[in-house]
């Protein structure tokens, strides 16, 4: 049972609009997500993270709003450049009823910017 | 220059051997964790520890063991019980402070 969903596979956005990631949880026990950006056989980077007592974060062209209603976060780049081709993983902290303590991760979504 | 490293990049090994791959930190981080990637997939906690000498199991912790007797180095072994061990192993720590966790360059291992 995937409690992390990103059920964008790819996106394709052009150099200079906006790139809007989209990710989906089910465990209401998640009290803080975060977004990594990872290239192939790399290990994924740190982006931005946001609290359960927040609904917007945000650290310059990167800004993720969380809606715990919906159970949806997603993460803003604007504008996109080049560099952002990679896939996104957004994860989720917090209890996940297997009784491990770690991240709980999305499948990803590769974004390719187009010049 | 702080970091964690992951060595080597690329590992094989024939099938039924056991193998470790190496994870060691220089960030004075208090929590270590092992995740696997599979193609097409998101991360999968195998192993964590919070502090020296204590580690718990993670989503996949079956066919694996781990180490902690050092707070920089958490070394993971894959056994020959793993059914599919192919796969890219990432090493991630994170401060006490900090839910936020940093992950190594990985290490993809190919069991022939």
């Known amino acids: 049972d995937q409690q992390v969903k990103q059920n964008s596979p790819s996106l394709s956005v052009q150099e200079g609009r906006i790139s809007i990631l989209n990710c989906d949880y089910t465990n209401s026990m998640f009290d803080y997500f975060l977004w990594y950006k990872k290239y192939p056989a790399e290990g994924p980077t740190f982006l931005i993270s946001?609290?359960?007592?927040?609904d917007k974060n945000e650290d310059g062209r990167f800004t993720v709003f969380l809606n715990k209603s919906a159970k949806h976060l997603s993460l803003h780049i604007v504008p996109s450049q080049p560099g952002d081709s990679a896939v996104y993983f957004c994860?989720?902290?917090?209890?996940?009823?297997?009784?491990?303590?770690?991240?709980?991760f999305g499948k990803g979504t590769h974004l390719i910017i187009q010049p | 220059d702080g970091g964690i490293t992951q060595s080597p990049k690329y590992l094989f090994r024939k099938e039924g051997q056991n193998v470790t791959l190496s994870c060691e930190q220089n960030l004075n981080h208090d929590a270590m964790y092992w995740y696997r990637q599979d193609p097409g997939q998101g991360l999968r906690l195998i192993y964590y520890?919070?502090?020296?000498?204590?580690?718990q199991k993670g989503d996949i912790a079956e066919g694996y063991s781990v180490s902690r007797e050092k707070k920089e180095s958490f070394p993971l072994t894959v056994t020959s019980a793993q059914k599919n061990p192919t796969a890219f192993y990432l090493c991630a720590s994170s401060p006490g402070t900090s839910l936020t966790q940093y992950f190594g360059p990985g290490t993809r291992l190919t069991v022939l």
């Open positions: 520890s919070q502090i020296v000498n204590d580690f």
């Open positions: 994860a989720a902290f917090g209890y996940s009823g297997g009784g491990a303590d770690g991240l709980t």
């Open positions: 946001i609290s359960s007592i927040k």
